[in-house]
């Protein structure tokens, strides 16, 4: 593994690159595709960019403070806490909700714009995570496992390249879903791209992640602040999807 270049972070290289992808391509897919104004997709996203870097620390930071029991919770773990992708999502997608709001815009086609950039956002930024040699998974026998340079040849779950290979699964069934709907001419005034990621991406933490170390584990179910992450966005997902689908169904004309 190559930890920088530079001096700089190939972990913070990747998911840079990775974030400044997403925000282009939905603005592109929300102005060209989903015929929102410049301006209104640009706001929106702004205050999405915003949630997630707030959401990345505040997860970042609790799964620090709950493997420590507590003993990170100074100054100094204010800036030394890494970031979390579970909440980064959660917190961003409620500050792009709320500015979509004040602005008064549909949020069902705003999140169908996002829904596909976000999958490949995290086919790439995890690939950071791999090079970097953070978030590695637990040691393992199986032909599957990686000797990272500071595991002293133990092999070890390479969870980073899993995520990685989730996200872009999901991103290219979206993209199926999107172009079968498209063909069909079905439009909904509800999200639908944006809810099957929810549930497909937080199944994937809440099950995936128990490869990984029990660092940061929290709560009466003993699961990670990631793995509460997918647990909630698995339930925003499958009750958005229905709801998109009832409206759908007593509106079949809109």
């Known amino acids: 593994m190559y930890p920088s270049i530079w001096k700089i972070e190939l972990y913070y290289v990747f998911w840079g690159a990775a974030l400044c992808g997403m925000v282009w391509w939905t603005e592109r897919r929300a102005v060209r595709e989903y015929g929102f104004a410049d301006d209104d997709a640009r706001s929106v996203l702004l205050w999405s960019m915003c949630g997630v870097f707030i959401g990345a620390w505040a997860g970042g930071y609790a799964d620090k403070a709950a493997a420590s029991g507590g003993a990170a919770c100074g100054i100094s773990a204010l800036f030394n806490s890494g970031?979390?992708?579970?909440?980064?999502?959660?917190?961003?997608?409620?500050?792009g909700l709320y500015k979509r709001r004040r602005?008064?815009?549909?949020?069902?086609?705003?999140?169908?714009?996002?829904?596909?950039?976000?999958?490949?956002?995290?086919?790439?930024?995890?690939?950071?995570?791999?090079?970097?040699?953070?978030?590695?998974?637990?040691?393992?026998?199986?032909?599957?496992?990686?000797?990272?340079?500071?595991?002293?040849?133990?092999?070890?779950?390479?969870?980073?390249?899993?995520?990685?290979?989730a996200g872009l699964a999901i991103g290219l069934l979206l993209i199926a879903v999107e172009k079968r709907r498209a063909a069909r001419g079905m439009a909904f005034r509800g999200a639908v791209l944006l809810p099957v990621f929810l549930v497909l991406y937080g199944l994937y933490r809440v099950f995936f992640d128990f490869l990984r170390p029990k660092n940061g584990f929290v709560g009466f179910l003993a699961l990670s602040t990631a793995q509460y992450s997918g647990i909630i966005a698995v339930v925003i997902g499958i009750f958005w999807f229905i709801r998109t689908y009832s409206a759908a169904a007593r509106n079949p004309d809109e």
């Open 83 to 95: 970031l979390s992708s579970g909440p980064a999502f959660i917190a961003g997608g409620l500050c």
């Open 103 to 165: 602005r008064a815009l549909p949020v069902g086609r705003f999140a169908d714009a996002a829904a596909i950039p976000a999958a490949f956002m995290i086919f790439v930024g995890r690939w950071g995570c791999f090079l970097q040699g953070c978030c590695v998974g637990l040691p393992t026998n199986s032909r599957l496992g990686v000797r990272f340079p500071f595991s002293h040849g133990v092999p070890l779950w390479p969870s980073q390249i899993f995520e990685s290979a």
